[in-house]
């Protein structure tokens, strides 16, 4: 299956970098590009790809407003939110506004790659340059009180969970509790739905919102 992706960024050059690496892809497309937030969020329903790159700074209507006017639409691609600035205030708010990833422009480009994978897949990637401090952040916050949903888990999804919020993968999961890996899988799909997650990532921020 080819991956559909829209690229929006008002820098031609990065658009085009972004297509070389992209296009060169036997399993990716790059089906649309755009220069502004408010581009990007026509393209996405003429278009309809299966991923976004989304960059945050963006004249007009920037990255931010863009993944919140996406994902508040319902039906709505996976976004990776893109940026120059390491700041807080970028990844938080991407984060918060419902992309599925966060990658630094000098990313390597395997690892924008994996994310797009990653992202299609249902995952979500985080840039390894900000995901310690992340963790950190939501860890440094007060504990939120659990959510209702949270009790609908089963005694081995709360596991799952746990293991998710360590930031180990599929494999490693089943490995640590001795199950296939098809099954962590399944339990991690029944977290998301139960809990009213988009990916992993905010799997994880929740587990660290709550202190789990």
């Known amino acids: 299956m080819t991956i559909r992706i829209l690229i929006a960024d008002d820098q031609p050059e990065v658009r085009s970098a972004l297509r070389l690496v992209l296009d060169a892809e036997p399993d990716i497309e790059v089906v649309a590009e755009a220069g502004d937030g408010s581009q990007a969020v026509r393209a996405a329903h003429r278009h309809r790809p299966d991923v976004v790159i989304m960059d945050i700074r963006m004249p007009r209507m920037d990255g931010l407003a863009a993944i919140e006017t996406l994902t508040g639409a319902g039906t709505v691609p996976t976004i990776i939110a893109l940026t120059t600035f390491d700041l807080d205030e970028y990844l938080f708010g991407a984060l918060r506004a419902g992309a599925a990833g966060f990658l630094l422009k000098d990313t390597d480009p395997r690892l924008l790659l994996d994310a797009v994978r990653a992202a299609h897949q249902g995952h979500g990637l985080i840039d390894p340059q900000v995901t310690r401090r992340l963790i950190h952040r939501f860890a440094a916050l007060s504990p939120k009180p659990v959510t209702p949903a949270y009790d609908q888990l089963t005694a081995r999804e709360r596991e799952v969970l746990h293991h998710l919020a360590q930031g180990l993968s599929n494999a490693e999961i089943a490995r640590?509790?001795?199950?296939?890996?098809?099954?962590?899988?399944?339990?991690?799909?029944?977290?998301?739905?139960?809990?009213?997650?988009?990916?992993r990532v905010h799997a994880v921020i929740y587990a660290h919102q709550h202190r789990l």
């Open 176 to 199: 640590e509790l001795w199950i296939e890996e098809g099954t962590v899988k399944t339990h991690v799909n029944r977290i998301l739905a139960k809990l009213r997650l988009r990916t």
